[in-house]
């Protein structure tokens, strides 16, 4: 206890600042794609259609192809729009609040649930908050959420609308939903409220910095089960190229667009149809996405290999954690009523970590024991350091506890 | 009539093909800021941050004191966006749904209502629509809203929460409010619902083509009356560089910002600073805008004053026309009743108008004398070919309607 306070006094004495806190790529990785200004060269007819101007609320032809080889989906099904997946997210939602999914608008129903796997990601939550839609915690079991009792959630209640999904490399637990899980949730419109919907946010779907297991295709699976008009799947570049300055896509069946694009076009002209044709022209199809994330993962990889060092430097039974092949993050699990702490200590010595709660819907995570790592953004130096101050932090908070319960 | 058939049926061998449906800015306008795409030379870093990356939700600070010089605002209250302020638009809508514009969110209300000037822009009536606002109709008299009207509404119907503007070069009439109407509008709030908002679309506040009127300063007024909470700025460079790649903007108080970010800040992590810092290295200032705005002009001018030509060669008594000192439109009026034969007519001769009914709530001109005109997009050949069609069309309509009768 003491060489560990003492370490810890000593760490607080360099006044370090280093902010773990969100899942932002590093300027080094922004440097890869900085050709996208200016790579159009004054050609700004793409697709035969003059991208300056309105229109094309879809996106332009081949941006939604890019999206389908992104996306591993049809391009038919795809719209292509400006920087954030975020907000088509939300205006989905926001249509079936005033259009409904199916019969009546949501705003109308007395209440409407949806499922949240957690740990999970934040902004999916924020955005069920804002918008008045109740959340349901169903815990991830390493492949996917527990299905048993998402099927017995879904089977027994109509006011579940939905289920967020993160299925490759999830934020924050790294995992990769499994063949059956895919399958399973892809059913779940059949068992449950016919307007079911299924948020797939496939944001790291190329996102791999080792072998990862393949995602199986929503499409296919749900084309099978004649269950795709209950599928809205999300995607962009905003961790291919510049993380601000990327574009966006939606997949969903016709019926779905329809009902989005009734809602979405009030709202919007036209995506950055400028900012779609020099992705294209800079990442040009699956191959050049492939091509570019490994260099990514040239700079991503190290970084997560560090973090695990120091984990593992860690007295057995004191935590776990996940050893992610791809994705933005790390999740770690203190022992139960530890998490708060870590995060008071590691904040006084100038670690800032992601809010304790944030995976969790309503930002409560009742066993007070997660905490997400998001490694990506500072230098190895600082990462280096950053775990110096956490691991010390984790032992020291457990330290803590037991002088306090002796 | 017999010569009037006989011209129309010739045009309608020409088998023209023409647009001249929405105020979309011409090639040779967008060609104006091709410089804009390349324009930072690699230099990724704006205001000391890297515009690739996350953040920033305000916008660029460089890029707020941009859109400040072009509104006439101080630029703290500026928020710099993506590509459209129709979605900033509806987001303040949607905001004043969930969070209430003062007390309780407007979703929780029996009826919510907005005051429409007529003829007006049919995308601010098509957001009211898709959120279930109530929309009441006040005619535009030349220098903006009939305010009598509009006063004793307010003060009798709680229900009211607020009044579309379009203050300068009205969409479609062109007109500029009066100082006058600038402030009764501005001492709204104090008269009727203490949340009673005004939505200031001041889209072509620097849009002229010919000297123009000046409009008043709504910061400065309604700072005065104490009701500067009560006012939501909107503007864009959407028809000064890119139509579909521009930059947006939000004028709005401490108070009203916050409420707005409390909602836009769950759907949107950041604008594409990126854009935001290749406008400010374009338009540099208000110096820069107005001598870019010149070029554009030089453009723009000899179309409208090419409409009013043909407009003018109407015989007298037939309908009645608006001449814009700047904007996009000219709101034309046929004599009661026979606005859709106009369009039908123009239709099967090849030229698309905007649909009639468009400049009006629910698309009802109970008239039927409406139609917009929109010269921006066309070449001059094409727009002296859509007059002709245009002229023969409100002549021929009016000749057959006199034979319906006699």
């Known amino acids: 206890m003491e060489d560990l306070k003492e370490q810890y006094d000593s760490l607080c004495k360099e006044k370090n600042v280093i902010d773990l806190t969100r899942g932002k790529p590093s300027p080094e990785q922004l440097n890869l794609s900085e050709e996208l200004d200016g790579i159009l060269d004054g050609n700004f007819i793409q697709d035969g259609v003059d991208i300056r101007n309105y229109g094309e609320i879809k996106g332009l032809p081949s941006a939604r192809k890019l999206g389908a080889e992104l996306l591993d989906y049809s391009e038919e099904f795809i719209l292509a729009s400006s920087n954030s997946s975020l907000t088509l997210m939300g205006n989905l939602l926001s249509a079936f609040l005033f259009n409904g999914s199916g019969d009546a608008p949501w705003n ?5 649930s949806i499922i949240c796997p957690v740990p999970g990601y934040d902004r999916h939550f924020a955005i069920c908050e804002k918008l008045g839609i109740k959340m349901i915690k169903v815990p991830l079991i390493g492949d996917g959420p527990d299905m048993n009792i998402v099927e017995d959630l879904v089977k027994n209640d109509e006011s579940i609308k939905g289920i967020w999904c993160n299925p490759k490399h999830s934020n924050p637990t790294g995992e990769i939903y499994s063949q059956d899980t895919v399958k399973r949730i892809a059913n779940l419109p059949l068992i449950g409220a016919s307007d079911f919907i299924v948020l797939w946010d496939n944001a790291y779907s190329v996102h791999d910095f080792t072998n990862s297991k393949k995602l199986s295709s929503i499409q296919e699976i749900s084309q099978e089960l004649n ?47 400028v900012n779609q044709a020099r992705h294209v022209k800079f990442l040009k199809n699956r191959k050049g996405i492939e091509a570019h ?31 992610p092949t791809g994705g933005y993050f790390v999740s770690f699990d203190s022992k139960p009523g530890q998490a708060s702490k870590i995060f008071d200590l590691c904040k006084t010595a100038g670690l800032n970590l992601t809010p304790i709660g944030s995976a969790f819907p309503y930002r409560r995570d009742q066993e007070n024991s997660n905490i997400r790592i998001a490694p990506t953004y500072v230098s190895i130096e600082e990462l280096e350091k950053a775990m110096q101050i956490f691991v010390c932090c984790v032992k020291l908070a457990d330290e803590m506890e037991k002088n306090l319960v002796s």
């Open 108 to 112: 109308e129903l007395e209440s409407i």
């Open 227 to 273: 269950t795709f008009d209950n599928i809205a799947t999300f995607g962009s570049t905003s961790k291919i190229t510049f993380a601000g300055g990327g574009i966006a896509f939606l997949g969903a069946s016709d019926k779905l667009m329809s009902l989005f694009l009734d809602y979405f076009s009030k709202f919007n002209f036209s995506p950055d149809k």
């Open 293 to 323: 994330m490994k260099k990514l993962a040239a700079l991503i990889k190290p970084k997560f290999e560090l973090v695990d060092k120091y984990l593992n430097s860690l007295p057995e039974g004191l935590a776990s954690w996940t050893k």
